[in-house]
């Protein structure tokens, strides 16, 4: 992969000129060294010419492992250029969870298309797919594995992986099932490697098999294979019977996913499934203009404290010089702990019963954090702002300022602490309870403390 990104100019060149030249030859041969996921990054930036020529001059299995790699939008160019014999060998070649997924991002008469070459074992597989919720097990996992028998030797089960290998996803992994396909048990190509020929498959199997269901939540799932290591997971139905498998590669793709709509959400932005340049201004302001606009009104609030303290303000004015600075404080140290916690949420090592112990974190970290600012900004103050700026600060207004910041870090903490895990609670996404919301909240409260404190403190 580095390789590939440290000469990617200059293969785009060389491609680029052997295409000029129609040496096309030369130029399969060249395409044919290079890794599918490679290809589909140079095949990006192809017209919508170029593209259909240069996918033709792949051989047939890496062509369809180059198809899966490319956007929707040039998979669709390619399927309304093929001939019906030239989908169906692309169709052919597809494991049935890429092909489920080609279906799902098609628009109808594409997909029609698609199903009406598919041969019908991988039309019912696709059907079979398609009709689990979009965010399930079920609609991430493929129907092709390797099942083995518990009554088989060592010798029959590498005698059925041979026979049907070619058609499975991955064959590192075999699950073990009865007649009515109940997973029994898991074992490894390695297990079977190690084991002598006359060896009964349920005798090495492992019995203790991890499995996930059909309906349960992708992310969850992703996160198993984190958590265990593993390469497969097993999916069964409500009563126990292995319908699929879901492959590691499949579990990235997810946490991707997960992780880019956290960001989005973490930065006030609607979710988006395109990449950034092929996403229009349009969309790109839609996905925008709720939050802003959201956290606009709710920053009204801010200003209508500032206006409620208008005389307070007046009467010791350089008291607004240090507004932008404890807001800013607060809501950096709020950002802190709510990004902090969302993490801790998404790896469930956190969750609502923990709430109690989480303050208690929060509240000791907030002290210890706004008691060395506080000190920080006071020798600021007395030797900064009123030696070298000259600034009118009292000994008086410096200790409000600081014991402001001091207060502000540790409900900043708090709040940022407990608004994703009560959202969590009441069913939201925690990466909404993000910066920009947490931050204008805290702008609200450090005002309220900074200007009360100032009013019993000062008299004013």
């Known amino acids: 992969m580095a390789e590939f990104e440290e000469h990617e100019e200059e293969l785009k060149a060389e491609l680029a000129e052997l295409l000029e030249r129609k040496q096309y030859a030369a130029l399969r041969d060249r395409l044919v060294q290079l890794e599918p996921a490679d290809i589909a990054a140079l095949f990006g930036e192809l017209t919508e010419t170029q593209l259909p020529l240069l996918f033709r001059l792949l051989p047939k299995e890496p062509a369809a492992e180059v198809f899966v790699e490319l956007d929707p939008d040039q998979q669709e160019l390619l399927i309304c250029g093929f001939s019906n014999t030239e989908l169906k060998e692309v169709l052919d070649e597809l494991y049935v969870d890429d092909a489920a997924d080609l279906v799902e991002e098609m628009p109808a008469n594409v997909v029609k298309r698609i199903l009406r070459h598919a041969d019908p ?46 058609d499975m996803e991955t064959i590192s992994v075999c699950y073990v099932t009865d007649e009515g396909r109940h997973l029994l048990g898991v074992v490894t190509i390695r297990d079977l490697l190690l084991a002598e020929e006359e060896d009964v498959v349920g005798e090495i199997m492992d019995p203790n098999a991890i499995s996930v269901g059909t309906l349960d939540d992708k992310e969850e799932v992703a996160q198993a294979f984190g958590r265990y290591d593993f390469v497969a997971l097993p999916v069964v139905d409500a009563e126990g019977r292995l319908v699929g498998i879901v492959t590691v590669d499949d579990a990235i793709d997810v946490m991707e996913e997960e992780a880019t709509e956290d960001i989005e959400k973490m930065a006030a932005m609607l979710p988006s499934d395109k990449p950034y340049l092929k996403t229009g201004v349009w969309e790109t302001w839609k996905a925008r203009i709720p939050w802003l606009l959201l ?97 009118p600060i009292t000994i008086e207004i410096a200790f409000v300022i600081c014991i402001t910041m001091l207060l502000t870090v540790v409900c900043a903490k708090i709040i940022g602490c407990i608004l994703p895990l009560l959202a969590k609670k009441l069913g939201f996404d925690p990466a909404v309870m993000s910066s920009p919301f947490i931050t204008t909240l805290v702008d609200a409260v450090s005002l309220l403390i900074y200007f009360n404190f100032a009013r019993s403190m000062l008299g004013i």
Request: charged share 20%.
């Open 121 to 166: 074992e991988t039309r019912k597989n696709i059907n079979e797919i398609l009709k689990y919720p979009e965010d399930s097990a079920g609609s991430l996992m493929t129907t092709e594995f390797l099942d083995l028998k518990r009554t088989m030797t060592v010798a029959d089960a590498f005698k059925r992986i041979r026979r049907t290998a070619a």
């Open 295 to 391: 956290l606009m009104v709710s920053a009204t609030f801010t200003g209508q404290i500032i206006a409620g303290f208008e005389s307070a303000l007046a009467a010791v004015a350089i008291l607004t010089a240090y507004i932008p600075m404890l807001m800013d404080t607060g809501g950096n140290c709020g950002g802190q702990a709510s990004v902090t916690v969302i993490r801790g949420i998404s790896l469930d090592e956190i969750d609502f019963a923990d709430l109690p112990r989480v303050i208690w974190k929060e509240i000791r970290v907030g002290v210890i954090c706004g008691a060395t600012l506080s000190t920080a900004n006071f020798l600021k103050i007395m030797f900064v702002d009123r030696l070298v700026f000259h600034n």
